[in-house]
């Protein structure tokens, strides 16, 4: 079992910077994949990016690419997201997932989710 608490969501101004943070409970941390996904209103999840058990890999959308990235650090049982030159549409709730395969992620689907952590971009 493990279980996902989101934090450093905010209300930010466009061009500007967040960094979320995503902590996890149980000691199999370091065995999953996780992942990032954002849900806006109106929209359907969007899976924002996801990471290997190893910091190995990393795959981004490319709505974000070269602007935000993830990292990990497992002795902490926390992944990261890095959000930069933040734009309004970025606006969403964010949520990190966690799944032993990084595959399933990219397929939108995970078996833990956090509750999720708000951001906005103003314009």
């Known amino acids: 079992q493990v279980q996902l608490v989101e934090s450093g969501g905010g209300l930010v101004q466009a061009g500007g910077s967040l960094r979320l943070s995503c902590a996890a409970s149980?000691?199999?941390?370091?065995?999953?994949?996780m992942g990032w996904f954002r849900q806006a209103p109106g929209k359907e999840r969007e899976c924002v990016g996801a990471?290997?058990?190893?910091?190995?890999?990393?795959y981004y959308a490319d709505s974000v690419k070269g602007r935000f990235t993830m990292s990990r650090v497992n002795a902490k049982n926390t992944v990261y997201l890095q959000m930069n030159s933040l734009k309004p549409e970025d606006t969403a709730l964010y949520y990190c997932?966690?799944?032993?395969?990084?595959?399933?992620?990219?397929?939108?689907?995970?078996?833990?989710w956090g509750q999720g952590t708000q951001v906005t971009v103003s314009s």
């Open positions: 149980g000691r199999t941390f370091s065995r999953y994949a």
């Open positions: 997932a966690a799944d032993r395969e990084i595959h399933t992620i990219l397929s939108g689907r995970a078996d833990y």
């Open positions: 990471i290997s058990w190893s910091s190995g890999r990393t």
